[in-house]
């Protein structure tokens, strides 16, 4: 079991984390005065996998936003389950223009301003799908309770399914969920002062037979475009020599060797709660950087950035999660070669 309170400001952040939640104050508002039920472990489990599934198994069409920060970005989804399986378009509607075009397990990213396909994985946790691993540990990191009173979302009923930390290490999450189709319609990331820091919502959905699957179909000629795959190249951290402490419940769900530019490689791991994820990035200093600061923190829209010098490398964590986990985790990093490196 990882420990991440054990220093004078960890301390002082359990006590803020402690006092809120005696006073009921983690999630409360005024306009929150109604009946809610918790749920159990396996009563939670259930429910989060009837969300998850409903991102599958249901035909819906919609524009939603996404808000990081000050930040907000619109995409229309279409996602249509037919005798061949899965079919989504989904078209990025602010910024530099991208379609993803998915077929069961495989998306094609189409690039217009290079006239490039990409052919992805597809990604279990893309809206409205959120979980990002299993849902059965979930109720170990969150408390969860349902809200009995019915709220509306784009113009179709839901109901809140709040999900408290229950430890300061991460923040909640606030989920509405369609009352019929059990689909999210809405998802908020919570700090521990009460602010949404992040949220996704759709503005507009068409479900069921209503939906035009016209909308499937891109809005470019492709031919005489590039074709691509994504070739990804996993890299074992511990092999390398790299001794990482994560949060208690983040497990590994990718690790892989990204390029960065022409001549150096960052190494990139992904761990997740289910709920929440956390990047570390590992990569050598530059001779430019040798004298730079040996750590810093900042804040990018509702990301909270931690970088800190290990021997002849950068550790930068990232993640929608308190910036002391992310220190914590940067801080104990640690580099030990492996004997064969060190004997070539």
């Known amino acids: 079991m990882v420990h991440y309170l054990s220093s004078p400001v960890l301390r002082k952040t359990k006590t803020k984390w402690l006092s809120l939640v005696l006073a009921g104050a983690v999630f409360a508002t005024p306009a ?4 809610v039920t918790p749920l159990t472990g396996d009563e939670l489990v259930a429910f989060l996998e009837q969300v998850q599934k409903a991102s599958v198994i249901n035909d819906y069409s919609g524009v939603f936003t996404y808000q990081q920060g000050e930040q907000i970005m619109s995409s229309r989804v279409t996602h249509i389950v037919d005798g061949e399986g899965v079919k989504e378009r989904l078209e990025l509607l602010d910024g530099d223009p991208q379609e993803y075009l998915r077929t069961n397990d495989v998306v094609q990213c189409l690039m217009p301003e290079q006239k490039k396909i990409v052919l992805t994985p597809a990604r279990k946790d893309r809206f409205p799908a959120f979980l990002q ?6 109720n170990q990191y969150y408390m969860a309770t349902l809200s009995d009173k019915k709220e509306r979302v784009a113009g179709h009923e839901c109901r809140l399914l709040e999900l408290s930390p229950r430890t300061p290490d991460r923040y909640g999450h606030r989920l509405c969920i369609d009352v019929k189709s059990k689909l999210l319609l809405k998802s908020q990331t919570v700090g521990l002062d009460n602010k ?25 000629k492709l031919k005489d475009w590039v074709v691509e795959k994504e070739e990804l190249v996993s890299v074992d951290f511990a092999r390398e020599g790299w001794k990482l402490r994560a949060p208690q419940g983040y497990v590994p769900i990718l690790s892989i060797i990204r390029p960065k530019g022409t001549n150096q490689q960052v190494k990139h791991l992904i761990l997740s709660d289910g709920l929440s994820s956390i990047s570390v990035f590992v990569q050598q200093v530059t001779e430019a950087e040798k004298t730079l600061q040996a750590h810093g923190a900042v804040q990018v829209g509702s990301l909270n950035v931690f970088r800190q010098r290990v021997d002849n490398y950068w550790v930068t964590v990232i993640g929608a999660v308190p910036m002391n986990t992310l220190e914590e985790m940067a801080v104990s990093a640690k580099f030990i070669p492996p004997v064969s490196s060190k004997l070539n």
């Open 32 to 35: 929150m005065a109604q009946t």
């Open 133 to 138: 691993t299993e849902a059965k540990h979930v």
């Open 196 to 220: 949404v820091v992040e949220q996704v919502a759709f503005t507009g959905l068409v479900m069921g037979k209503d939906v035009n699957t016209a909308l499937l179909t891109p809005s470019y």
